[in-house]
């Protein structure tokens, strides 16, 4: 079981065991895992590795369970395979436990892969921290933060500033803010359909922003306004006295931004120095290597 068998062994229970809640249960319960709880757990998951890393280097746990190629080939093709089936799926798989375990187990390798190779002196050692720290932030800011995004439909008219909205699920939230429209201006083809529309919003009754598709107004720095559409009996008009808003809240936006802005940084650095020769003097980076 210590061998390599074991190793796959290990990852075909743990896979099979997230289907099985899968079928037990439903979906991950996400809602629990909102802020604080996911910035706790995700601080407390980071501390257990290091200390693992630190006290268990050597042992087969670590060193072949975990941080073994094998490993790496595993939980990158479950990963794969679940942006995959994501992508080519017509309902929403981020939510199940085998898209959640898929994740995690390719983190859990990403960051004790991170551990390992800043741990002794190698080639171009900043570019391997950027490439393999910035894809650790940019995943993690997704999975972790998943619980706390939102996406808030409302409809904002001339009469009465609005303050409430729905969820995708259809379910009755309040918002931060209240939006009057004050002003909807469209262009159409010549059969009518509307070519390009914008509108003029008052948020809380003081500042007026002009919202255009796909431009949002920031209301602060974890939310976002968009200009999502016009309610249908007034469509085909050149004013309106409605139009569907959308607030979309991602507060860990900023930890995917870091992580994208230090893959760039690592990819230029790899443009710049070419790759790096391994040592056949160095064992850690001759047995189990990286992206440099």
Not at 143 to 169: C, Q, W, Y
Not at 189 to 209: I, K, S
Not at 221 to 226: A, P, T
């Amino acid at each position: 079981m210590a061998g390599i068998g074991g190793i796959y062994v290990f990852w075909a229970l743990y896979f099979l065991a997230a289907v099985v809640c899968q079928i037990l249960t439903g979906d991950f319960p996400s809602a629990f895992f909102a802020f604080p709880v996911n910035a706790a757990f995700m601080l407390l998951w980071m501390a257990v590795l290091w200390v693992l890393f630190r006290e268990k280097r050597g042992s087969w746990t670590v060193d072949r369970l975990l941080l073994s190629r094998h490993t790496t080939y595993i939980v990158a093709t479950a990963a794969f395979a679940a942006f995959l089936i994501q992508g080519f799926s017509s309902r929403t798989c981020t939510g199940t436990w085998w898209f959640v375990a898929a994740i995690f187990a390719l983190l859990t390798n990403l960051f004790l892969v991170l551990l390992r190779g800043m741990s002794f002196h190698r080639p171009y050692r900043l570019r391997f921290f950027l490439n393999h720290a910035g894809l650790f932030l940019a995943l993690s800011g997704g999975f972790f933060g998943s619980p706390d995004n939102a996406e808030l439909m409302t409809v904002a008219n001339i009469h009465v500033p609005v303050r409430n909205a729905t969820d995708k699920d259809g379910h009755a939230a309040a918002l931060d803010h209240d939006f009057l429209l004050s002003g909807f201006y469209m262009d159409s083809y010549m059969d009518g359909t509307a070519r390009n529309f914008e509108a003029d919003v008052v948020v809380d009754g003081r500042e007026t922003v002009r919202l255009k598709v796909n431009h949002p107004h920031s209301l602060s720095w974890q939310d976002d306004l968009y200009l999502y559409g016009f309610t249908p009996d007034n469509a085909g008009k050149t004013g309106t006295d409605s139009c569907i808003l959308q607030v979309v809240r991602h507060p860990w936006k900023y930890v995917e931004l870091a992580g994208i802005l230090m893959l760039l940084g690592g990819a230029f650095m790899l443009f710049v120095q070419g790759p790096a020769v391994k040592s056949s003097g160095n064992a850690d980076n001759s047995r189990e290597g990286g992206v440099s």
